[in-house]
């Protein structure tokens, strides 16, 4: 395994979390329909569940990334430094990664609707999930999270590793990375977020903050299906799917735009570089047995 790669993404993962995390909080509050106005309560508040989703997520991220590179390194001498490889590599990264991602999603979702420091502890949510859904509510919306992002994972690598090509070629590693998950992540969290809106309503609908939203929202811990009711009927034309998007984007881009960033500057990608290497000394062995 690549140690500097696993490093890197550490890395990665904690500065975006530092910096961007309250953005992700009131992304996460639209979604599932518990925002507050943003002056309402203290600073404080938005960093709710800043700490232990930091040390749950980062080693997802890690495992993540890191089977990302080492997928993309397997396919290059099949399928090239192309948009297959780019697709495969996306999707396999997800399915290996999911199993510990939903869970981690499902604690982070929580801390972070929570109206009430009691309901922000951690402690208090892990008994609370065991306590009224057991092991199931860990992996609450896992098949559809895979729905959601093995599409996007998939979508967002292919347009990251473009944009990178694309780039001005005297920019630097960082720089590109950077750009590359600035324009990736707007595209796939635009495409996506109809899904994920579901998912997160979906996974945050037995809490007792939306319980005490009321009304319909209490029909969401009812399935997946009684979600997509309910967001219907919300706003016109379906357009409540889009609800949340531009929190979401306003987390999501300087997140990733600084996450990938740092990534690449810490584990420069030179996966096309050393796969191509590879093949041709394995072209000239090949030659001189001839």
Known sequence: MDVQTLLASCYASIFSRLICFPLDTIAIQHASSTRR???SV???????????????????I??????????KASLIPHFGDTTTTYLLAG????????????????IKSRLQISS??????????LKDIWRTEGIRGFYRGYLLGLLVFIPYNGLYWTV????????????????????GGCVATMTGVTLCHPLDLIKTRYQVATTATVG???GERLDDARGVMRVVKNVWGERRFGLGFYKGLGPRLLYAT????????VFEYFSPDRTAETALSGSLQEAGLETERL
């Open 116 to 125: 009430t420091t009691q309901e922000g502890k951690l402690s208090e949510n």
């Open 62 to 71: 890690s495992i993540y990334l890191t089977i990302y590179r080492q997928s």
């Open 160 to 179: 990251y590793e473009h944009t990178k090509k694309a780039a001005p070629k005297d920019w630097n590693t960082s720089s590109k990375a950077s750009l």
């Open 254 to 261: 300087p997140s990733s735009l600084i996450s990938m960033g």
């Open 91 to 106: 999707i396999t990264a997800e399915l290996a990664s999911s199993f510990v991602w939903t869970p981690l999603e499902v």
């Open 212 to 214: 005490r939203v009321g």
């Open 42 to 60: 203290p600073l404080r508040t938005y960093y709710r569940g800043l700490l232990p989703s930091t040390v749950l997520v980062t080693p997802a």
């Open 37 to 39: 106005p943003i002056f």
